[in-house]
């Protein structure tokens, strides 16, 4: 039972990175990523049988973990959302295949455990047993399952538009060929905002800039929605989709030239610092929840939870990069001084997540003009729910002396 799973593991591997990909992209485009992945479950289904019942519990938990969280991540919640289609099926087939594994793994465990030992040494030996597989699978397997489902999990449905004003439907060629979807508000005031990542949780603030006069631009990320392309949870890449963007409202005709800004939340936040940083075409960026996308922010995190969540973050770097077949970006620490002299304002929660706490270290590494606003009843992105009037004064402010070169307009 465990060898028919690693192989429908293998099966949907082989049919996500190489017969069916996702539109946009090629087999030439996952091939670090399957060949590793089908490498390790071919080494996997070989060795199995010859382990003690120990190794092989421990082999079919580990993998299962990652097939059945991969699975319902990606295609039970894309048949659910919209139907299955495409490597779906084979994605229910691993879905199956991994509580198959959780089965057997566990199984093995209850069978194998010794009898035999005194019960003072049976229930130590079992305790550190068991914290040292929580350890494990903290620090190796669940960063493994996250990489996978940064990776290949993604929103497939496109929301209802509620912007405030009539919008277009836009379409975007990125630079390494891929096709993204989105709306555009034309421009009152001449000067326009890109609002990433997506066409759902962005909209409020689409609403507050609409209702100032600026053009606002959303846009399906890469893998998201009806936009081409591989899908990373992390931003990893995703700044290419942002100098496309900036590209696009430049040669707008309600858009005057050099008034065009950036608002990310969360990774988009992120990604527009990044993008900020490589092209001088977003003239001001606003960024909130920034934290950490990988090894190099986590290893800019204080204290004695550096070095609890440097491992973890090590090992879904590597995932990550495996699985993505792309490198991880600068440091935000490292881009974000290149911004200037263009103004950026960071944002960030008192009660966040994912690194928030790390903006000052990138508002003392960002140059002049630079402005840092710390939301003390806010959770992660919630500034303008939990601040409406104050968040629409800053933001708004800050974009009509970036790119208006006005004073606040505080409605």
Same mark, same amino acid.
């Given at each position: 039972?465990?060898?028919?799973?690693?192989?429908?593991?293998?099966?949907?591997?082989?049919?996500?990175?190489?017969?069916?990909?996702?539109?946009?992209?090629?087999?030439?485009?996952?091939?670090?990523?399957?060949?590793?992945?089908?490498?390790?479950? =071919?080494?996997?289904?070989?060795?199995?049988?010859?382990?003690?019942?120990? @190794?092989?519990?421990?082999?079919?938990?580990? !993998?299962?973990?990652?097939? $059945?969280?991969?699975? !319902?991540?990606?295609?039970?919640?894309?048949?659910?959302?919209?139907?299955?289609? @495409?490597?779906? +099926?084979?994605?229910?087939?691993?879905?199956?295949?991994?509580?198959?594994?959780?089965?057997?793994?566990?199984?093995?465990?209850?069978?194998?455990?010794?009898?035999?030992?005194?019960?003072?040494?049976?229930?130590?030996?079992?305790?550190?047993?068991?914290?040292?597989?929580?350890?494990?699978?903290?620090?190796?397997?669940?960063?493994?399952?996250?990489?996978?489902?940064?990776?290949?999990?993604?929103?497939?449905?496109?929301?209802?538009?509620?912007?405030?004003?009539?919008?277009?439907?836009?379409?975007?060629?990125?630079?390494?060929?891929?096709?993204?979807?989105?709306?555009?508000?034309?421009?009152?005031?001449?000067?326009?905002?890109?609002?990433?990542?997506?066409?759902?949780?962005?909209?409020?603030?689409?609403?507050?800039?609409?209702?100032?006069?600026?053009?606002?631009?959303?846009?399906?990320?890469?893998?998201?929605?009806?936009?081409?392309?591989?899908?990373?949870?992390?931003?990893?890449?995703?700044?290419?989709?942002?100098?496309?963007?900036?590209?696009?409202?430049?040669?707008?005709?309600?858009?005057?030239?050099?008034?065009?800004?950036?608002?990310?939340?969360?990774?988009?936040?992120?990604?527009?610092?990044?993008?900020?940083?490589? $092209?001088?075409?977003?003239?001001?960026?606003?960024?909130?929840?920034?934290?950490?996308?990988?090894?190099?922010?986590?290893?800019?995190?204080? @204290? !004695?939870?550096?070095?609890? =969540?440097?491992?973890?973050?090590?090992?879904?770097?590597?995932?990550?990069?495996?699985?993505?077949?792309?490198?991880?970006?600068?440091?935000?620490?490292?881009?974000?001084?290149?911004?200037?002299?263009?103004?950026?304002?960071?944002?960030?929660?008192?009660?966040?997540?994912?690194?928030?706490?790390?903006?000052?270290?990138?508002?003392?590494?960002?140059?002049?003009?630079? &402005?840092?606003?710390?939301?003390?009843?806010?959770?992660?992105?919630?500034?303008?729910?939990?601040?409406?009037?104050?968040? &629409?004064?800053?933001?708004? @402010? +800050? +974009?009509?002396?970036?790119?208006?070169?006005?004073?606040?307009?505080?409605?």
């Amino acid at each position: 039972m465990a060898r028919v799973a690693f192989a429908l593991v293998a099966l949907h591997v082989a049919d996500d990175c190489f017969v069916q990909p996702r539109p946009g992209t090629g087999a030439r485009d996952h091939l670090v990523g399957g060949v590793v992945s089908l490498a390790a479950l =071919t080494v996997a289904l070989v060795v199995y049988p010859r382990l003690r019942p120990g @190794g092989r519990a421990v082999l079919a938990l580990c !993998v299962g973990l990652v097939a $059945t969280v991969g699975a !319902v991540a990606e295609a039970g919640y894309h048949a659910l959302e919209v139907g299955p289609s @495409g490597d779906d +099926f084979t994605g229910l087939a691993m879905l199956a295949a991994g509580v198959a594994l959780l089965a057997v793994g566990g199984m093995t465990l209850w069978r194998s455990r010794r009898l035999e030992e005194p019960l003072a040494r049976r229930y130590a030996r079992r305790s550190l047993v068991a914290v040292a597989g929580a350890l494990v699978a903290f620090q190796v397997v669940v960063p493994i399952a996250l990489a996978y489902v940064l990776t290949h999990a993604s929103r497939p449905v496109v929301p209802r538009a509620d912007l405030g004003a009539p919008h277009e439907e836009v379409s975007i060629t990125t630079a390494d060929g891929l096709e993204l979807r989105g709306w555009y508000v034309r421009s009152k005031n001449g000067a326009a905002v890109i609002v990433f990542p997506g066409r759902t949780g962005p909209q409020p603030h689409a609403r507050m800039l609409v209702r100032h006069g600026y053009g606002v631009l959303l846009l399906d990320r890469r893998g998201e929605g009806q936009s081409e392309g591989d899908p990373n949870g992390l931003g990893w890449g995703m700044d290419a989709d942002i100098a496309a963007a900036a590209a696009f409202l430049r040669e707008r005709p309600d858009v005057e030239h050099g008034r065009v800004g950036g608002l990310g939340l969360s990774v988009g936040g992120e990604v527009l610092i990044e993008a900020a940083a490589k $092209t001088d075409l977003l003239r001001a960026v606003v960024s909130e929840g920034a934290g950490i996308r990988s090894l190099r922010e986590a290893l800019g995190v204080r @204290g !004695v939870s550096r070095w609890l =969540t440097a491992p973890y973050w090590a090992v879904s770097t590597g995932a990550t990069a495996i699985l993505s077949g792309r490198l991880p970006p600068p440091s935000l620490a490292a881009l974000v001084p290149r911004i200037a002299p263009r103004p950026v304002l960071l944002v960030y929660a008192a009660h966040g997540q994912g690194g928030e706490n790390l903006n000052p270290d990138y508002f003392a590494a960002a140059g002049e003009p630079k &402005e840092l606003w710390r939301i003390p009843d806010s959770g992660h992105i919630g500034g303008i729910d939990a601040r409406s009037g104050e968040y &629409e004064r800053r933001v708004v @402010g +800050f +974009f009509d002396r970036a790119l208006l070169g006005a004073g606040g307009t505080a409605p």
